[in-house]
DNA sequence: ATATATGCAAAGCTTTTGCCCTTTC
DNA sequence: GAAAGGGCAAAAGCTTTGCATATAT
C-alpha cells in the first residue's frame, strides 16, 4: 500500500461525483503534485481488483451494434466478451418506476446480464480430481 | 439510402453476433471492397438515429469509479453524462432467475437507469405559451 | 534484498472529423 | 445542380505499456 494507492482510494471516497479517471487524478495532484496519470490508472486497477472500488461498467471497450430492434436483452460473456440475445420476456417491467432519484427525470434504464457463455465454461474447466 | 448503407445493414441484419464497428467493416468489404471504416461508423449512427439499428451501451466513453461499495445503482444523465446514487433497496433482486440464455452460467446482471439529472433539465426548459 | 510501484513518455485502439470528390434525388 | 454521402487520412481521446528509478516489505 503506497502513498499513491492511498490517495487514490481517499479521493475517490471523498466524493459522490463518480469519477472518471483523469478526474480523480486532478483532485489526487493537489496533494501529491507529481502523480502520473499512469499510477492513477494502473492503482484504480488494483483496487477495483481487490474490491475496494468500483468502475461503472461501461461494458467492455468496444461499442457493439445490433440490427434486432424487437426488444430484448443481452447477456455478455464476462470472460471473452461476446454478446448473445436473451430469449424471453422483458424480466423488469415494473422496476424503473420504483427508482427514487431525486431531481432526475427518470427515461429507463439499461439493463445487461453477465454470465460466462459456452465456450468458456470449457475453456475454463478444471481437470477433476478423480 | 446508399448503397453502403443498404450493405451495412444487410449484414449487420444477417448476423446474431452483435459486431463492432471494425468487425461489420470487414464483412462489408467483402461485398464493397473500397468502403472506408469511416463510413461504417457514419453510417451505423444514422442507422441508429433511423432506429434502423440499436448501438450496444456502453454509457459513454470514459470509464467511471466508485468508492462506495455498498450494493446500490447509478442513474446516469443521458445529457450531460453525470452519474449519481440511487436511493433506495435494489429493484430487480428476482429478475436474474427468469433468464433463458442458454448455454451461459449466468453470474449477474447490470442495471442502470438514466435519466435527466436537474440542471440538465433547468437548462433544455422550453419557454412556455402564456 | 527483492519484489513491487512510480513517473514519464510513447504507443495502442477505437472513434471522430476535415477535405475533396462522387453519387443521389 | 444542390444536397447528402463516401474515401482517405489525420486527429482526438482514453487507456495501456515499456523502461529506468524509487519505494515498500
Given at each position: 500500500?503506497?502513498?499513491?494507492?492511498?490517495?487514490?482510494?481517499?479521493?475517490?471516497?471523498?466524493?459522490?461525483?463518480?469519477?472518471?479517471?483523469?478526474?480523480?487524478?486532478?483532485?489526487?495532484?493537489?496533494?501529491?503534485?507529481?502523480?502520473?496519470?499512469?499510477?492513477?490508472?494502473?492503482n484504480?486497477?488494483?483496487?477495483?481488483?481487490?474490491?475496494?472500488?468500483?468502475?461503472?461498467?461501461?461494458g467492455?471497450?468496444q461499442?457493439r451494434?445490433?440490427?434486432?430492434?424487437?426488444?430484448?436483452?443481452?447477456?455478455r460473456?464476462?470472460?471473452?466478451?461476446?454478446v448473445?440475445?436473451?430469449?424471453?420476456?422483458?424480466?423488469?417491467?415494473?422496476?424503473?418506476?420504483?427508482?427514487d432519484?431525486?431531481?432526475?427525470?427518470?427515461?429507463?434504464?439499461r439493463?445487461?446480464?453477465?454470465?460466462?457463455?459456452a465456450?468458456c465454461?470449457k475453456?475454463?474447466?478444471?481437470?477433476?480430481?478423480?
Amino acid at each position: 500500500m503506497t502513498v499513491q494507492r492511498r490517495v487514490i482510494l481517499e479521493e475517490l471516497r471523498a466524493v459522490t461525483t463518480h469519477p472518471t479517471a483523469d478526474e480523480l487524478f486532478h483532485r489526487v495532484r493537489d496533494r501529491l503534485p507529481n502523480i502520473s496519470l499512469g499510477t492513477v490508472y494502473r492503482n484504480l486497477d488494483v483496487l477495483v481488483r481487490n474490491r475496494q472500488a468500483r468502475r461503472i461498467e461501461n461494458g467492455g471497450g468496444q461499442c457493439r451494434f445490433d440490427g434486432d430492434m424487437d426488444r430484448h436483452y443481452h447477456i455478455r460473456c464476462v470472460v471473452c466478451g461476446r454478446v448473445d440475445d436473451v430469449a424471453g420476456p422483458a424480466p423488469g417491467g415494473a422496476m424503473a418506476p420504483h427508482v427514487d432519484a431525486p431531481g432526475y427525470e427518470v427515461t429507463g434504464f439499461r439493463l445487461e446480464y453477465e454470465g460466462i457463455c459456452a465456450s468458456c465454461r470449457k475453456a475454463t474447466e478444471r481437470p477433476r480430481a478423480h
